[in-house]
């Protein structure tokens, strides 16, 4: 039998607020375990609009309907509008996630400054950002995270080594195949196991190749007809957790069909072999159907 890890990105207020409820409701009623990452900051959404310079961003602005899924009210947090404290307003919320059994992690402190400055920050910039996440956790759950999943798919060196300080013992921070050690171009591990996704998520595939929300579960479950010992499979909030509900059911009935098993990030890590996972140098490339450069796995170092 095979498993995937169900990881969700929380990446605004309402994603938060309304998402994350309906999405445990579901998983929940199908007896699902999977992880929820938290951006636990501000909301400073509509700063994303800067991103189009980037190749590629307006036509997956055009494909995946923005305004329709994250609403025109937070395109415009930290523009026009103040950025909502997520974690300060909706600590009840996040704890009750908690207690309904579910892992939880470290998604980012602001989801957008992360995602648009981390690749080239300096080492003092990157231990703030993530202290910030950090504390915050700690304040409303009331133990620190081991969970860590960067906004984006988005990372530098010094955000391994600052993961492996500040505690986190799994993060899934890029795109890739296998779960690996991240290391240095010597070798030297430098931050804590990775599980990578490694499964595109819906927005890289609707509007392509005739994918549309009544058939684009299929896409999927065609990459996952031959049963694979552990996939990730990344989900967001304010995707499956609203308007591509429907599609998000029909995946994982389509998944069980298919014998596969859910689990949480953190489950998966315990039953990996850490001496024979492969240790691979950490790099940028880019994904089919997202734009700009992400954390993607390289190949493994010779042993």
């Known amino acids: 039998m095979g498993v995937i890890a169900l990881k969700i990105d929380v990446d605004t207020w309402r994603g938060t607020r309304e998402g994350v409820p309906a999405l445990a409701k579901l998983l929940e009623r199908l007896d699902a375990p999977a992880t929820f990452l938290f951006s636990l900051g501000p909301d400073h959404t509509g700063r994303a609009l800067k991103r189009v310079f980037r190749p590629g961003f307006f036509g997956k602005v055009a494909r995946?309907?923005?305004?329709?899924?994250?609403?025109?009210?937070?395109?415009?947090?930290?523009v026009l509008l103040p950025g909502p404290d997520i974690g300060r307003r909706e600590a009840d919320g996040l704890r009750a996630i908690a207690r309904a059994g579910f892992e939880t992690g470290v998604h980012t402190w602001d989801h957008v400054r992360w995602q648009d400055n981390v690749a080239g920050a300096s080492e003092a910039w990157t231990r703030r950002e993530l202290t910030?996440?950090?504390?915050?956790?700690?304040?409303?759950?009331?133990?620190?995270?081991?969970?860590?999943?960067?906004a984006g798919w988005q990372m530098n060196e010094a955000a391994y080594r600052l993961q492996k300080?500040?505690?986190?013992?799994?993060?899934?921070?890029?795109r890739g195949t296998q779960p690996y050690w991240p290391c240095d171009a010597q070798g030297e591990v430098i931050g804590p196991v990775q599980l990578p996704t490694t499964l595109p998520t819906l927005d890289e595939l609707l509007g392509l190749d005739g994918w549309t929300v009544d058939n684009v579960h299929e896409a999927l479950l065609a990459r996952t007809r031959e049963v694979a010992p552990?996939?990730?499979?990344?989900?967001?909030?304010?995707?499956e957790g609203q308007k591509l509900a429907p599609v998000f059911e029909r995946l994982l009935r389509g998944w069980r069909e298919q014998g596969y098993r859910f689990a949480t990030l953190g489950e998966c890590a315990?039953?990996?072999?850490?001496a024979r996972l492969p240790r691979c140098p950490v790099?940028?490339?880019?994904?089919?159907?997202?734009?700009?450069?992400?954390?993607?796995?390289?190949?493994?170092?010779?042993?």
């Open 165 to 174: 300080e500040l505690g986190f013992s799994v993060a899934s921070d890029g």
């Open 283 to 303: 790099g940028l490339g880019t994904i089919p159907g997202r734009s700009g450069q992400l954390v993607v796995q390289q190949a493994a170092l010779a042993r």
């Open 270 to 274: 315990a039953y990996l072999q850490p």
């Open 230 to 239: 552990l996939h990730v499979y990344t989900l967001h909030a304010e995707l």
């Open 64 to 78: 995946t309907s923005v305004v329709e899924h994250y609403g025109l009210k937070t395109l415009m947090y930290g």
């Open 132 to 150: 910030l996440a950090v504390e915050r956790y700690s304040e409303v759950f009331g133990a620190r995270p081991s969970v860590h999943g960067a």
